[in-house]
């Protein structure tokens, strides 16, 4: 079973707030932070922006972990 994580990434002096989802065979996306919605939200849509850019299917069931969050698909 596929999983993706995703990770908040604070402002830095060249870069805005961002989050990046990634899953363990290294692929990986980073989108600019959403701050028009929830946090919850913003991480929502990283996984599925992976998800879509791997050409994966299904819908994704979100959890909370220490530091982010991970998505796995329903089957």
């Given at each position: 079973?596929k999983?993706?994580?995703?990770?908040?990434?604070g402002?830095?002096?060249?870069?805005?707030?961002?989050?990046?989802?990634?899953?363990?065979?290294?692929?990986?996306?980073?989108?600019?932070?959403?701050?028009?919605?929830?946090?919850?939200?913003?991480?929502?849509?990283?996984?599925?922006?992976?998800?879509?850019?791997?050409?994966?299917?299904?819908?994704?069931?979100?959890?909370?972990?220490?530091?982010?969050?991970?998505?796995?698909?329903?089957?």
């Amino acid at each position: 079973m596929k999983a993706i994580t995703t990770k908040y990434h604070g402002p830095t002096n060249t870069k805005g707030a961002r989050i990046t989802a990634s899953d363990l065979d290294g692929n990986r996306i980073t989108i600019s932070y959403p701050h028009e919605m929830r946090s919850e939200d913003g991480h929502q849509r990283a996984a599925e922006t992976l998800r879509d850019k791997m050409h994966w299917s299904g819908r994704l069931i979100r959890g909370a972990i220490k530091g982010g969050y991970v998505f796995v698909f329903d089957e």
